[in-house]
Each structure stands twice: as structure tokens, then as C-alpha cells.
């Protein structure tokens, strides 16, 4: 069982920025992919970024051009750098690993994020 951990969450201003990580256990076999969503009191969660193993990347309109997602195979480790960072940003933000192979999900337990105004 793959276990994915966050980290990098925490409270900055409107403007700031912060970079998150996920650390998985292991390395999932075969073509995967592996990102970000996001879940806002009150709100369904989302898809924030997702990068696969053949280096794809998809963002959310809401993030483009201020997020980029990267993967580093070698570590089994996911970023996301987040800049310009706006209050309509904050929530809790959910690693995920997708196998193709097992059609399988995997989630990490969240990091709150919080951008004050």
C-alpha cells in the first residue's frame, strides 16, 4: 500500500509564496501520474495540477501561470510551487498518485493552506 505524505503547507499573505511536497513510500509501478487537489470549507475537492511519468502536465485555469507541478521519479517525490498566492487559494491540499496499471488512487492526508488578505 502506497503512503503519501505532505508537507509545506502553512499561513502566508496575498502575494507570497509556498512550495509543497509529497513524499510516497514507494514508487508506484508502470505508468502513473501523480498531483495536487485542493478542498475549500464548504466546496467539492478539485484538481489543482497533475504531472505523469512521461512528464505531462494539466493545471486548473484558476492556477496556470502562478503553480507548477514537478515530479522527481528518482526521490518518488511531487512539488508544487505555488506563487502570487490569493486568499481564494486557501484550502486543504490533498497529494494523489493514480496507477494506471491497478486503477488505483492513493491520498495523502492534506496540508492546510492559508493565504491571508
Known amino acids: 500500500q502506497v503512503q503519501l505524505v505532505e508537507s509545506g503547507g502553512g499561513l502566508v499573505q496575498a502575494g507570497g509564496s509556498l512550495r509543497l511536497s509529497c513524499a510516497a513510500s514507494?514508487?508506484?509501478?508502470?505508468?502513473?501520474?501523480m498531483g495536487w487537489y485542493r478542498q475549500a470549507p464548504g466546496k467539492q475537492r478539485e484538481l489543482v495540477a497533475i504531472?505523469?511519468?512521461?512528464?505531462?502536465?494539466n493545471y486548473a485555469d484558476s492556477v496556470k501561470g502562478r503553480f507548477t507541478i514537478s515530479l522527481d521519479k528518482a526521490k518518488n517525490m511531487v512539488y508544487l510551487q505555488m506563487n502570487s498566492l490569493k486568499p481564494e487559494d486557501t484550502a486543504v491540499y490533498y497529494c494523489?498518485?493514480?496507477?494506471?496499471?491497478?486503477?488505483?488512487?492513493?491520498w495523502g492526508q492534506g496540508t492546510q493552506v492559508t493565504v491571508s488578505s
Open positions: 494523489n498518485a493514480y496507477s494506471v496499471l491497478t486503477y488505483t488512487n492513493y
Open positions: 514507494e514508487s508506484i509501478s508502470g505508468p502513473n501520474a
Open positions: 504531472v505523469t511519468t512521461g512528464g505531462s502536465t
